[in-house]
């Protein structure tokens, strides 16, 4: 973000459930459109018309299916779900049997388990291209949200069956992928790609599943690319 914020207006914004926001009540939806609507509300708040959208995993399809809506001035996503392969959504079912077993254990255990250079050692795997790098060492999964009801449990089986269903998005977009992206694998790509007519395809040569982290400047110079061209077209009526 600092990287950006000479040139534009930012917000971020934690997800219903995550960070700092309340989480839904058991008996409201809760799924990857649920999202899009709050997330639509939210701009709609805040007097945004057309604001830029970036988002990572979850995020990008938020931003995504917005940019379906004509709410975004353009959408920059990194890794985004509702592209995988069957063998993916395999993986990401399984990560949502794990994680309510997970519930059943009590959350000092789950800590210690999470400390051990194994559980240490997945979590690098899983969310960094070079595992063995010395920003990764100190990575290790967070455990506090795999308790019964949480966001991340009921959302995990969600994202599991959502599918991003082609539909033209009129403003430019661009869908980066980490070429070491063990959460959602690569090869997710060629489906972004049969599915988004028009955007702009990157390969983050390196890059795992959170590329900000282990490459912020070319992040935001992709972001900003896909911004300048919207400037450049007209298609964000308010720079955000």
Request: charged residues 25%; contains cysteine; aromatic residues 6%.
């Amino acid at each position: 973000m600092p990287r950006l914020a000479d040139d534009y207006e930012l917000i971020a914004v934690d997800l219903p459930g995550f960070g700092q926001s309340p989480g839904p009540e058991p008996e409201e939806p809760y799924d990857v459109h649920e999202l899009v609507r709050v997330i639509g509300d939210f701009c709609e708040l805040l007097d945004l018309e057309r604001p830029h959208l970036v988002g990572n995993s979850l995020g990008g399809s938020i931003a995504l299916e917005l940019g379906v809506q004509g709410v975004a001035g353009s959408v920059t996503v990194f890794s985004p779900a509702g592209f995988s392969g069957e063998a993916g959504r395999w993986g990401m079912r399984t990560l949502g049997v794990l994680a309510k077993l997970a519930t059943q254990v009590p959350l000092p255990v789950k800590e210690r388990l999470a400390d051990t250079p194994p559980a240490r050692a997945v979590a690098r795997i899983a969310l960094r291209g070079d595992p063995s790098s010395p920003k990764a060492k100190a990575l290790r999964f967070g455990v506090d949200k795999l308790e019964p009801g949480s966001a991340y449990v009921r959302m995990v089986p969600e994202i599991a069956e959502y599918d991003f269903v082609r539909r033209p998005i009129d403003c430019p977009v661009t869908v980066a992928w980490g070429d070491h992206d063990r959460t959602l694998p690569p090869s997710s790509a060629q489906n972004a790609y049969e599915r988004l007519p028009g955007a702009r395809m990157v390969s983050l040569l390196g890059a795992g599943h959170i590329p900000m982290v282990e490459d912020p400047v070319m992040v935001a110079e992709h972001i900003r690319w896909t911004c300048q061209v919207a400037d450049r077209e007209g298609f964000a009526e308010r720079v955000r």
